[in-house]
């Protein structure tokens, strides 16, 4: 099975869960002149089967993820490594695009003064900040191409 037939099976499992879980939870109380929709032991040891294949799925993938190499760029890392830094650079790209978004209130909610009550500098001018997010988005790309590659290069054991 490829990587991303893998991680395809763990979101099905996932939404599975979600519903098997409303159904145990619409069902546990049921009218005494009738039998419930569902029977609770059945959902629940469905529940337990299904997060058991979530979970081998997952130490599959992780395993993968370790045992496989990717190209990002001119660099070769293991794919572990690229998933975690794609998450990285994904993290850097909201909190400079959060720089260049500035309102005129503090992270505690207070109203700051305005440019007309008191001079103002950048720290870091918006040209720079601008600059430094599409060099993030470019590495983003690279990352999430590598990685996409490999989803579908990867073979997983499970």
């Known amino acids: 099975m490829k990587l991303f037939e893998t991680l395809a099976e763990v979101k099905t499992l996932k939404e599975r869960l979600v519903q098997l879980s409303n159904f145990r939870q619409s069902s546990i109380i049921y009218d005494a002149d009738s039998e419930p929709d569902f029977k609770y ?12 294949r979530i979970t ?4 599959a993938v992780e395993a993968a993820n370790l045992a496989h190499t990717v190209t990002v760029g001119r660099e070769e890392m293991p794919l572990a490594k ?10 850097k790209l909201t909190y400079t695009s959060n720089l260049l978004n500035l309102e005129k209130s ?3 909610g207070r109203v700051r003064r305005t440019k007309e009550d008191v001079v103002q500098r950048w720290q870091k001018p918006p040209a720079e900040l601008l ?27 499970v």
Do not use: C
């Open 41 to 52: 032991e059945e959902l629940s040891q469905q529940i337990d089967n299904t997060l058991e």
């Open 82 to 91: 690229a998933i975690l830094e794609l998450s990285n650079i994904r993290t």
């Open 106 to 108: 503090d992270i505690f």
């Open 56 to 59: 081998e799925l997952k130490l």
């Open 131 to 157: 600059q430094l997010q599409g060099e993030y988005q470019m590495r983003k790309n690279l990352l999430d191409a590598a990685i996409q590659e490999a989803n579908h290069r990867v073979t997983v054991t």
